[in-house]
C-alpha cells in the first residue's frame, strides 16, 4: 500500500484467499484491506496515538439516516455525555479532496451536529470546527488535544 501523510503506525495483517486483510483496533476484526480502508486505519491510529481520543469513544463505519436516506459515516468520535465530537470522512489517497466531499461530510452532520470534520485521503488532511449559529465550518490546522 502506498505511503500516507501520518507518523508509521504498527498494523496487523492477514490474507486469506489472494485476498488482503488490516486488523481494525475499533471493530476487532479483520477487514478487506482497500485504499480507502488503509486511509481510515492510518486515521484511527492517529486518533488513538495522536490525540490520545479513548478507543471506547470511536466509532466506524455506521449507516445514519440522512434527508430519509441511508447512509454510513466512516469515523465518529463521542464525548462522554454522548454528544458527537467528531465525523471523518475517509477517501483513498487517489480520490481528490474537493468541495463535493466537503458537502458530503456537511450533509452528515445535519443529522449528527459535530463540532469537528475530518476530512482525508491519506495524503491531504483538512480540520474544521463547526460555527452552526452561522452554518459555517472554520478550518483548523489540527484537531483539539481534548474531546470538550
Request: net charge neutral; proline share 3%.
Amino acid at each position: 500500500m502506498q505511503n500516507l501523510n501520518f507518523p508509521n503506525y504498527s498494523f496487523r495483517f492477514k490474507n486469506s484467499e489472494n485476498k488482503h486483510y488490516i486488523f481494525d483496533e475499533i471493530r476487532k476484526k479483520f477487514i478487506l484491506l482497500t485504499p480507502e480502508e488503509w486511509v481510515r486505519q492510518h486515521v484511527i491510529h492517529f486518533l488513538l496515538h495522536e490525540k490520545h481520543y479513548p478507543k471506547s469513544h470511536i466509532n466506524v463505519e455506521k449507516v445514519v439516516a440522512v434527508n430519509g436516506m441511508k447512509k454510513r459515516y466512516d469515523l465518529v468520535v463521542f464525548r462522554a455525555d454522548g454528544s458527537i465530537f467528531l465525523i471523518v470522512e475517509c477517501k483513498a489517497p487517489s480520490v481528490s479532496i474537493t468541495q463535493d466531499t466537503f458537502d458530503q461530510i456537511a450533509r452528515y452532520n445535519f443529522t449528527l451536529q459535530a463540532s469537528y470534520l475530518m476530512v482525508t485521503n491519506g495524503l491531504n488532511h483538512y480540520f474544521c470546527q463547526m460555527d452552526f449559529e452561522n452554518q459555517k465550518y472554520i478550518f483548523l490546522h489540527e484537531l483539539p488535544e481534548n474531546l470538550n
